[in-house]
């Protein structure tokens, strides 16, 4: 399984996280230059392996910025709003069907993005969820019934056809 696409899709599912994606593809689409955009608010996520040594097959790490504009009076709580939605989407239930999301860090202070505006970031370490351990899938298995009393009477059972 690829965390990306899973991520992708809970990012998508979340309308405000989806609303702040598209605000990113808009600016992208637009160039730079285009400093008067009707919504300055937006993330930009971003991915890289995880090369941690516990790191377990297929993990990555996401790091989103989110950005919104110098001239907010409350750029501080709309940044730690929107990564603390983030981190919601990513550890709900929903999520850990398929994937463990584990916060890494979020940068204290405001970063200074592109003239307009400033940033925190926030970094995941995610993983998919592990299938079922084999000791587990063994104890799901329902026992045979004892059948050594009907194969020493050499009984049939009702309905049980014989091939000469």
């Known amino acids: 399984m690829d965390v990306r696409l899973v991520v992708g899709g809970l990012l998508a599912r979340n309308a405000v996280l989806s609303r702040l994606l598209l605000n990113y593809a808009d600016r992208l689409e637009r160039g730079p230059g285009h ?28 790091t989103v910025s989110a950005h919104t504009s110098r001239t907010d009076p409350e750029r501080h709580h709309t940044l730690d709003a929107v990564l603390h939605l983030l981190h919601v989407v990513l550890t709900d239930d929903h999520a850990g069907s398929s994937i463990t999301a584990r916060r890494l860090h979020t940068t204290a202070d405001l970063v200074a993005g592109d003239p307009d505006t400033v940033s925190r970031s926030g970094c995941w370490a995610i993983a998919p969820v592990p299938s079922c351990s084999p000791g587990a899938a063994q104890r799901r298995l329902l026992p045979w019934p004892d059948c050594s009393a009907v194969l020493a009477t050499g009984a049939r059972a009702a309905g049980a056809v014989t091939v000469n």
């Open 35 to 62: 400093c008067a955009l009707p919504a300055p608010c937006f993330i930009v996520p971003d991915w890289s392996a995880d090369q941690a040594r516990s790191a377990s097959s297929g993990s990555r790490l996401l």
